[in-house]
């Protein structure tokens, strides 16, 4: 599970991506997406991170309604990757110490970042008040990590 604030522009862009990546590499893996806030429950996909993803290739059908995560979501992940520190300290909070250990930032997975790099260093951009550009940005850092979520998940269930 991807996880963002308002689950409208970068979880469901992770999860478009993740998605098509796992397909892919022909592993049958369920990803899905949500939102710390409940601020955009049942909204679609944000037009702007819609037309980045059609720009790039990405099919990132209808379906999408964004919700809020439950903290009883949670057990029944075994990867949540958090789009931010401040997400991921949200889901560590709601999650028993064994589920916490499975919150991970997704740009811990990126060949770029620093092994060491704290969870504030690994947030990816919010491109929620900027224009085109700032879609562009993001999709590329999601698209930086999303080949080692998908080696990390293929190891995982080798």
Same mark, same amino acid.
């Given at each position: 599970?991807?996880?963002?604030?308002?689950?409208?522009?970068?979880?469901?862009?992770?999860?478009?991506?993740? =998605?098509?990546?796992?397909?892919?590499?022909?592993?049958?893996?369920?990803?899905?997406?949500?939102?710390?806030?409940?601020?955009?429950?049942?909204?679609?996909?944000?037009?702007?991170?819609?037309?980045?993803?059609?720009?790039?290739?990405?099919?990132?059908?209808?379906?999408?309604?964004?919700? =809020?995560? %439950?903290?009883?979501?949670?057990?029944?992940?075994?990867?949540?990757?958090?789009?931010?520190?401040?997400?991921?300290?949200?889901?560590? =909070?709601?999650?028993?110490?064994?589920?916490?250990? =499975?919150?991970?930032?997704?740009?811990?997975?990126?060949?770029?970042?620093?092994?060491? %790099?704290?969870?504030?260093?690994?947030?990816?951009?919010?491109?929620?008040?900027?224009?085109?550009?700032?879609?562009?940005?993001?999709?590329?850092?999601?698209?930086?990590?999303?080949?080692?979520?998908?080696?990390?998940?293929?190891?995982?269930?080798?």
């Amino acid at each position: 599970m991807t996880v963002c604030t308002g689950n409208i522009c970068r979880s469901p862009m992770a999860e478009v991506v993740l =998605r098509s990546r796992f397909e892919a590499a022909g592993l049958d893996v369920e990803v899905d997406s949500s939102g710390i806030s409940d601020e955009e429950q049942g909204n679609h996909l944000d037009r702007r991170a819609r037309a980045v993803l059609v720009a790039h290739g990405y099919d990132p059908a209808d379906a999408h309604r964004a919700r =809020r995560f %439950a903290p009883t979501d949670l057990p029944a992940r075994d990867l949540v990757l958090a789009m931010t520190a401040h997400h991921a300290r949200a889901l560590r =909070r709601a999650a028993d110490p064994d589920v916490a250990a =499975r919150v991970v930032m997704y740009r811990h997975f990126d060949p770029a970042a620093r092994a060491d %790099a704290s969870d504030a260093e690994l947030d990816i951009a919010d491109p929620w008040y900027g224009g085109p550009s700032d879609f562009e940005a993001c999709l590329a850092q999601i698209e930086a990590a999303a080949d080692g979520v998908v080696a990390y998940v293929r190891d995982a269930i080798s």
